[in-house]
């Protein structure tokens, strides 16, 4: 076995991390809350909780649950809107050892567009743009349709002088094809993906488990689902940079992400069982490198054998 330490700089797009993996939004709070339990030293960089331009009191209870070996949400991202956002969390920006991207939503292009100009404004130093929330009370879902999705990256590309994510849906039909109008937008990279619409009943109330009926279907279940969306993509759009996310509890999971074509790798709802889990897949990752002598976690982009 060779010793020799193994490099985790990773590349996304215009964006250099020091190790491969992000803490997924909607995970870790605004992320300088969670800072206080959580260890953000083995990340790249950690992603905080979607804000809209104007409050959002999200749904009413209940709006998270187990389901087997995953979670379903319907929370509707409730959150307390850009201008409290900015004079409550952006003070404290870097309190955190971490740099700290901010993830936009809103109900249209110039939602968006609003939101990506007061996180610059509040020190994040990315913006990724939520197309793919399911669990909106209309339902709507911008990464559905690659031209709405084009249009609000469009707008973001328009009110940011920083990096761009857009973060798209297992949902689609064709993602590649989301992947390619987000990309020609003005996307950096993409974050494939965010959770698969799902649903579950109380058998003994009979009523839905969550109060919005549909929501996210989140955890390990997810990963093919989500390493599949991964492999498209990276085979029809080699040029563009991936983060993937679904699934990622192990640093074998960050292996079988960056072999599909994923430059770098999320963490999520495995946060809610350990919240230092980045400690553990980053040591189980170098460990995975050492073993098998790759020197740096870009020789692994990409490296899938064909059958």
Not at 110 to 122: H, I, N, P, R, T
Not at 211 to 231: D, F, N, Q
Request: glycine residues 12%; charged residues 20%.
């Amino acid at each position: 076995m060779n010793s020799r330490k193994a490099s985790l700089e990773a590349s996304l797009g215009p964006i250099m991390l020091r190790s491969p993996i992000v803490a997924a939004s909607g995970t870790v709070g605004s992320v300088v809350d969670f800072a206080r339990g959580g260890d953000f030293r083995p990340y790249g960089a950690a992603v905080a909780k979607s804000v809209s331009s104007n409050p959002w009191p999200g749904r009413a209870p209940p709006r998270v649950t187990s389901v087997g070996p995953g979670m379903l949400n319907g929370i509707g991202i409730q959150n307390p809107g850009i201008e409290v956002w900015i004079r409550e969390i952006g003070p404290r920006i870097r309190e955190v050892p971490v740099p700290i991207w901010g993830s936009a939503v809103g109900h249209d292009a110039d939602g968006f567009a609003e939101v990506a100009s007061g996180l610059q404004a509040a020190g994040v130093a990315a913006i990724e743009v939520n197309l793919s929330c399911p669990n909106l009370d209309d339902g709507h879902l911008f990464a559905l349709d690659p031209g709405p999705s084009a249009e609000v990256v469009r707008a973001v590309r328009d009110a940011t002088e920083l990096p761009v994510g857009a973060k798209l849906s297992p949902n689609a039909v064709d993602i590649s094809e989301i992947a390619a109008a987000v990309s020609e937008a003005g996307a950096d990279w993409v974050v494939l993906t965010n959770t698969v619409w799902g649903a579950g009943i109380d058998v003994e109330t009979r009523r839905p488990k969550l109060s919005g009926v549909v929501g996210g279907y989140s955890g390990t279940p997810v990963k093919p689902i989500a390493m599949r969306c991964v492999l498209e993509v990276s085979r029809s759009l080699p040029g563009l940079p991936i983060l993937g996310c679904g699934g990622v509890r192990t640093g074998e999971d960050v292996v079988e992400y960056l072999l599909a074509g994923a430059s770098a790798v999320a963490i999520g709802t495995a946060h809610f069982a350990e919240p230092r889990v980045g400690s553990r897949i980053i040591k189980e990752l170098e460990r995975y490198m050492i073993e098998h002598d790759v020197g740096s976690v870009r020789d692994l982009v990409g490296a899938v054998e064909p059958w």
